[in-house]
């Protein structure tokens, strides 16, 4: 029989990350939030640190590149490093937009 299709506004969350080691120091991820209005992250850096937290819980202190937003058009690399219970999470960016906000005066 066929499985019941499951769709993220289904679920008690706005957002989902995926992840799934591809080597040793690689971890290849995908994140999904079209609740708030991303269909899909290319790099997701608080969820980075989250997911280095998760995993030096297990395996203890760890270095690791997360490979996100390929399949967008978007390569991203984030470099999560975890020491006794920290974590640290880095990578270059590009300027894609800027801006100002203007406030009125009080």
Do not use: N, W
């Not at 799934?20 to 708030?36: D, I, N, S």
């Not at 790099?43 to 399949?71: N, P």
Request: with cysteine; charged share 20%; hydrophobic share 45%.
């Amino acid at each position: 029989s066929m499985q019941p299709r499951a769709e993220i506004s289904d679920l008690a969350t706005d957002t989902v990350y995926c992840f799934a080691p591809v080597a040793p120091t690689k971890v290849k991820a995908r994140c999904f939030a079209p609740e708030v209005g991303v269909h899909e992250d290319p790099a997701t850096g608080s969820a980075a640190a989250g997911l280095g937290l998760y995993l030096s819980a297990r395996a203890g202190d760890l270095a690791f590149d997360i490979a996100q937003g390929a399949e967008v058009g978007r390569d991203s690399t984030i470099i999560v490093v975890t020491a006794r219970g920290r974590v640290r999470v880095g990578g270059s960016v590009v300027l894609a937009a800027e801006g100002e906000v203007h406030l009125p005066e009080a």
